[in-house]
């Protein structure tokens, strides 16, 4: 393959590719990069992967649209995604975050119009139905973010403020998707004891809507769904058969992440942040809560009773916190001498907040099963703040190609690259990347497909791959002979 050397209308070297797999650039359809790819500008985590889109403002929460108080009080709650880094913050639309990233990033960046935000911005955090203008106004919001560019909408139904959306407002909000184009990607109500009607929900709703779905990380976690993966996909196959153009993805790993805040029950975020810590220094609200989460199962742990071995901090905003990371919540209990409910509850006041989880609650053969479906793309829901961050966010594609493809045979390395590349494109709508063509953009990778492996590990998770050789961004090299180049040829890439 021949190349074009940055800034020069020359041609570039030789690259001698013998033995190694040429393939369009992985697509991440599930990133929490929004922040990463305005100030980090190797970011290496993806660009080492051979990732050269990323599809940000998911699961309902964003930086945009925002007013300068959605924004401020975004940047308080999704820190445990995406860290506070220093930044003007000056965009408020959709349109003008894209802007930043036309500036140059590592790789290209699409974006979804965050439901969440959205109503945010017209009813603040109120667990209550929106009225009628405020439906308006929540569709008026969503359709600019679309007209901005952005891919579709994406929704948090356990995460404040989403949360208390009924489906009605999601189908009424929807009605600016069906008309300026894109489509719904929900995280929906329940991955947990409901998980096969969670996954029902989004199908009603997209079919209500008259919109194509792509459902957020397709994971069916909990001890309790163990080989349940073929109900989940057994509806979605139905609602296929009748016409419904439905995708997902997910991530091959066991263990969820979140930031620690969502595990608590929903009725406890109404009010923002001073109100909830009012409430966790009540001890009759504390008895509450940790009585919902332990005995009942809180809608913020997707209806299933606390198991706090499966919680690992992964990150903390604040430095004395730090002893934390690693630990799970019982064996901070065990330090403090205290129940495991009150040290979660102590934690999440201590770092106001801002703590990173990591949840262990995976089952392999579901994992195998949604990756082996006809509509699975590969995303990421790589969260990159903090000390130990779950894995995925530096190793995804390379063990999805690594240990899946080559070692276990779950897929053929065909099947694999495209559920990495031309099916994601086709979601997106994008008929110049996701193929290698002539005339499409030069998105490339080329990997050596005996020994691209990931090698970060949840003790040590913020590990470069091996086996990618040679990375392309809108043709100009991000990685060459395993190393990060200095460029930034990334751009936005905007629904058309």
Known sequence: MRILEPGSAAEGEDLDVTGMIVAPGFIDMHAHSDLAVLSDAEHVSKVAQGI??????QDGLGYAPVSDDVMAVTREQI???????DLDYAWRSIAQYLAEVDKGCAVNVAVLVPHGTVRMNVMGTQARPATVDELEQIRALVAEGLMDGAMGMSTGLTYTPGMYASDEELVHALGAVRQIGGYYCPHHRNYGAEVVEGYVDCIE????AQVPLHLAHCHINFPQNKGRASEVLSALDRAMADGLDITLDAYPYLAGATYLAALLPSWVHEGGTDALTGLLNDPAARVRILHEIEVEGSDGHHGVPMDWETIVIASTQNPRNAYAVGKTIDELAAEAGVPAGDAFLNLLLADKFGAGCLVQVGNEENVRSVMRHKAHTVGSDGILVGEKPHPRGWGTFPRFLGHYVRELGVLTLEEAVLHATSRPARRLGLTDRGVVAEGNW????????????SLATYDSPKVAPEGVHHVFVNGVATIERGARTAAVPGRAVRRR
């Open 79 to 85: 820190a445990g995604w995406n860290g506070k880094p």
């Open 52 to 57: 050269t889109l990323e599809v940000v403002g």
């Open 442 to 453: 030069a998105d490339l990778v080329v990997f050596d497909p005996e020994r691209i492996a």
């Open 205 to 208: 709703i997209s079919r209500r």
